[in-house]
Every structure is written in structure tokens, then in C-alpha cells.
């Protein structure tokens, strides 16, 4: 196999958005791909209301399925590919996680803890550095989420 | 059955941290306790390295099981009390959970999210803010992962 482009990733990403959306959950999607290979490795879309679990955000479920898979708590040869900047929460989970190359949609305002609020990755207490770009079909990420919260009103 | 006193639900989160370094886990304890009836619901050491779950602390554990249990993402009526100050990801968590006070034993410089680093929920991304009180046991909370750490050197 060879490495996609990250806007490959990203759509695959949004496929899971869309899936969480029919599922009337926050339409967010993540997907692990190996770093060498371009392999999916995990693939997930938020489940907090179908799961009963206010952590089963998409990161979260995408690292918690292939860390089991491969039998480690540290996948360092896996990117991460989410639609929307992760909430503090998911950043300190892929921090802990050690995943090398986080590329996120859309970025968040509002909840989102990389590049606004706790900004987790430039604190003291964060002790596994990584390299974040944004920007990827963020026009889509962010469109599926303005497109499901207007339907909820 | 009566709400007990704070160290009381501390000791129990602390002999969940004793069980945790058993299994060379870090030792670190949770237990939600109903708010009115003091009934333990739930309580759990940390297993990252058992469950292969980077995600996998004391504070997630309790929280997952018991939303499990009640099949709600939300557990507005369960206090957490916690050996060592939560960590950003759990901090996080605690707020998603609508859990409305948390107590803790010892404070944590290094990797505490609440009075340390992305300090959680003092952020304005954080949208459910709840009661916190500290120093619980602190001393014991401190020992026995000083007592864990240096004995791994």
C-alpha cells in the first residue's frame, strides 16, 4: 500500500461523520492510519449516546479499538485524521496515546482543546509533543455539523 | 444508608490504588458515590497497561461502568472522589459525565489538569463547571505513589 493524501483521509473521516449523524449522534469522525504503509487502521465515528459513554468520542473510539487490537496502550506508528479540532479530553488522550502526526477538518471554538481553551499540547503537564496541522475540506467537517445542529432546533 | 465522611469514600479509592500497583499499574483510585445516599456505585484503580487502553484511568472506569449501568452519558447524582488530582483527559470526562462535585486526596504538579497545566475547568471551553475540594488523605494518596515509582527504579 502506499500513503493517500491527507484530504483522502479526511473524507473517510467525514463517511463516519455521516454515519454518526443516522446514528443522531454529534456527527465527528476519526480514522487511524498506519504512518508508512497509509493502512486504515481504525475507523469511528462519535458513540456517546448510543453507548451510554460521555467519552466515546471518535478519537477516543478509534484508539481504544486498535490499542486493543495491537495489545499496547502506545500506537507511535499510527496518524490521527479527525473532522473537528479534539476536545481537551481526545488531545490528552492522543498525546497519551503517543501518536505521532494529529491532521484535523475543522477547527472548534468552542470546545475544542488544541488550538483554543486548554490548548493541552503547549501546557507544562503535557509530556508527549506532536505535529498538528488543520484546514483539511474544513468547509465539509464544519458544514455536517452546522447541517445537524440546525435539523436538532 | 447515610452519606459517610470524605476520607472515608478516600480509603476506598485508596485501597483501589493498593490493587492497581498489584497489578503494576499506577496507583491511582476512584469511587462514585450517590450524592443523597452515599451508596458506592462504582470503583476502579487505573489499567492502562492491563485493558491495553491508554484511556483506561481510575476516573474513566468509574465513570464508563457506571453510565453503562445506568445506560445514561450523564451521572448528575454520583460524587467522585479521587486518590490524586484527575489528569486533563479525565478532568475532562468528569464534566462531560455532569458529575456535580469531585474530592481529592493529593495534588499532582506533574500531570494534574484541574489546579495544574490546562487547569480544565477553569477554561471557557469547559461548559459544566463543578464543586472541587482537596486534600483528602493527602499524605497517603502521595505515599503510595512515591512508595510505587521508586520501587519500578
Redesign the interface.
Known amino acids: 500500500m502506499t500513503y493517500l493524501d491527507h484530504n483522502t483521509y479526511i473524507s473517510l473521516a467525514l463517511e463516519e461523520a455521516r454515519l454518526a449523524a443516522f446514528h443522531n449522534e454529534v456527527p465527528i469522525g476519526a480514522v487511524l492510519v498506519h504512518k508508512e504503509t497509509g493502512e486504515i487502521a481504525a475507523r469511528h465515528g462519535n458513540r456517546?449516546?448510543t453507548?451510554?459513554?460521555?467519552?466515546?468520542h471518535a478519537e477516543?473510539l478509534v484508539?481504544?479499538q486498535l490499542?486493543?487490537d495491537?495489545?499496547?496502550?502506545?500506537i507511535p506508528d499510527y496518524n490521527l485524521y479527525v473532522t473537528l479540532e479534539p476536545?481537551?479530553?481526545c488531545?490528552?488522550?492522543i498525546s497519551?496515546?503517543r501518536i505521532p502526526n494529529l491532521y484535523i477538518g475543522a477547527l472548534d471554538k468552542?470546545?475544542?482543546?488544541v488550538y483554543?481553551?486548554?490548548?493541552?499540547f503547549d501546557?507544562?503537564?503535557?509530556?508527549h509533543k506532536i505535529h498538528i496541522e488543520h484546514g483539511f475540506m474544513a468547509q465539509d467537517c464544519s458544514q455536517i455539523l452546522k447541517d445537524f445542529f440546525k435539523a436538532k432546533r
Open positions: 456517546t449516546i453507548q451510554s459513554d460521555p467519552t466515546a477516543i484508539i481504544r490499542c486493543k495491537l495489545g499496547s496502550q502506545r476536545c481537551t479530553l488531545a490528552a488522550a497519551f496515546a468552542k470546545g475544542g482543546g483554543h481553551g486548554a490548548q493541552f501546557q507544562p503537564t503535557c509530556h
